[in-house]
């Protein structure tokens, strides 16, 4: 049976499940390179109230899918990151004309006419694989390379190939693909997402079951149906998708990023001090409210979009934060995005937890950066168990690296919470995804630099 569509991942060899080694070495001669960092002046008090940037999954997802409309789409509210540019590039790179300002993009992927995606800018993110679902949708054919992001896990993409192959394996007579059925072996985001794209343009129905109910996915659709798809379910575990030959480029404002927000919420609880943030949707943070609620810390809704998190030990009975476990699993249930911050949570808290990661089977990897500033964390593959705080002990500064983007982010917070200078390197995995993060930070107290030091220096 022949297939309509035709992915080639470059370079060779073709393999679906390795891992994408990521580089992050520039071009430049060793002995000239610089070697951004951040450092931070612990223990922190914060206070004040923070504006949550638009969501990064969800931006990446509806670049993508801007591939898939025709005239012009504007989307508000794109956080300023450099995943952000990354997906500018590869649609750019595919022909797709980009402009942004002001927090604006503005994509008319008209002249595409190419599909062989720009394989640098692919393997710097997760997000840029899911071009190949507009590119096979409109062309058939899409030449990619295995996608980057954060080095977490193994990270396949069968799911991916596999939905997409199932969706149009259906040989017919007709250029284009056809619907289908399609149960994913694994609620993937990614998979969910590439799979809705193509299924929106494909010939006829498609039924996809067992899908991510993230609401990057809730978003995505909300997209595509505004551009005139017709996509039911979403936010559910099944999707029914009515094909259709055209989509119109609409408008749409990015939601907030609810790992950001949970991110500063957790800022707050570490620090023992009380902020405002908007706008966040508290139902997509419920775990993670119901999470710090357990620990001792008040969570009020201020008004639709505002929430309030306190952590002022005044106003919590007992000595202290207290200790809880976590177990990360797919939406609604607890983030793994969210993990290597409430590890660091944890190590402030009285009692021990446990954290279990069942998303992801590698990332564990900000453990040991938290050991360096004194935590006590015993790893045993995907669990880990966190011993709280005796009394009077703390997290103490010193020298981190920043493994990857949320674990960076762990280390932010346990700077804020440590006593002395944390000094945290390789924070370019950490600028792919929190906008203005030392900004936001200086204006709610922290004292938090971003310098550069020479590389050879700088080794830790
Ligand atoms: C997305 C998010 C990431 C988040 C993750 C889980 C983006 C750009 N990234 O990543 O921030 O941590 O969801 O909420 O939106 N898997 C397979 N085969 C596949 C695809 C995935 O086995 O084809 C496995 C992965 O190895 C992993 C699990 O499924 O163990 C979850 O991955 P997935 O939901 O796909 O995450 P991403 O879409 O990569």
């Keep these: 049976m022949a297939l309509f569509c035709n992915i080639i991942i470059s370079p060779k060899p073709f393999v679906l499940s390795c891992s994408y080694q990521k580089t992050h070495l520039s071009k430049t001669p060793q002995n000239t390179k610089q070697d951004p960092i951040f450092k931070i ?54 022909g797709a004309k980009v402009e942004s300002f002001d927090g604006k993009m503005m994509v008319n992927s008209d ?19 899911f071009v190949i679902g507009p590119l096979v949708a409109r062309f058939g054919e899409a030449v990619v390379a295995l996608p ?68 990057e996915v809730v978003d995505l659709a909300r997209f595509l149906n505004d551009s005139g798809a017709s996509i039911e379910g979403a936010g559910s575990d099944t999707l029914v998708i009515r094909g259709k030959s055209q989509l119109y480029g609409s408008e749409c404002v990015i939601r907030p990023d609810r790992i950001e927000a949970g991110t500063f919420m957790i800022a ?31 969570i009020s809704q201020v008004d639709q979009h ?37 590890m660091s949570l944890l190590t402030t808290c009285t009692g021990s937890s446990l954290v279990e990661e069942s998303v992801f089977d590698n990332r564990m990897s900000h453990a040991r950066e938290l050991q360096k500033l004194g935590a006590r964390i015993q790893v045993n593959g995907n669990s880990a168990i966190v011993f709280g705080k005796d009394k009077g002990s703390s997290l103490c500064g010193s020298r981190v690296i920043a ?20 000094e945290i390197h390789k924070i370019e995995h950490i600028e792919r995804g ?6 936001k930070l200086q204006n709610l107290g922290a004292d938090i630099e971003r310098s550069t030091l020479p590389l050879l220096s700088s080794l830790v």
């Design 306 to 342: 505002t929430l309030r998190v306190s952590a002022v030990p005044a106003l919590y009975p007992g000595d202290d934060l207290k200790s809880f476990g976590i177990k990360t699993s797919p939406f609604p249930g607890f983030p793994t995005d969210l993990q290597p911050q409430i």
């Design 111 to 129: 002249g595409v006419g190419k599909v062989e995606v720009d394989l640098e800018e692919m393997r710097k993110i997760r997000g840029g694989f």
């Design 434 to 439: 929190y906008e203005n993060i030392v900004t």
């Design 41 to 94: 002046k612990g223990p922190a008090t914060l206070s004040g109230h923070i504006t949550i940037s638009g969501s990064k999954n969800s931006s990446l997802a509806l670049l993508a899918a801007t591939l898939c409309c025709s005239g012009t789409s504007l989307l508000h509210n794109v956080p300023n990151i450099s995943d952000i540019q990354a997906m500018a590039s590869i649609l750019s790179s595919l």
């Design 268 to 298: 707050a609880a570490i620090t023992r001090s009380c902020i405002s943030m908007s706008p966040v949707i508290p139902s997509r943070a419920s775990c993670l409210i119901d999470k710090l609620s357990e620990a001792g810390c008040k």
């Design 148 to 215: 980057g992001g954060c080095n977490i896990g193994k990270r396949p993409v069968d799911l991916h190939l596999r939905g997409d192959g199932k969706v149009w394996a259906h040989t017919a007579n007709v250029k284009g693909l056809v619907g289908g059925r399609f149960r994913l072996d694994y609620p993937s985001v990614g998979a969910t997402e590439t799979l809705m794209m193509a299924a929106s343009m494909a010939d006829g129905i498609t039924l996809l079951s067992n899908v991510a109910k993230e609401p």
């Design 403 to 422: 493994r990857d983007l949320r674990g960076g982010a762990s280390l932010i917070l346990a700077g804020l919470a440590a006593k002395g200078t944390t």
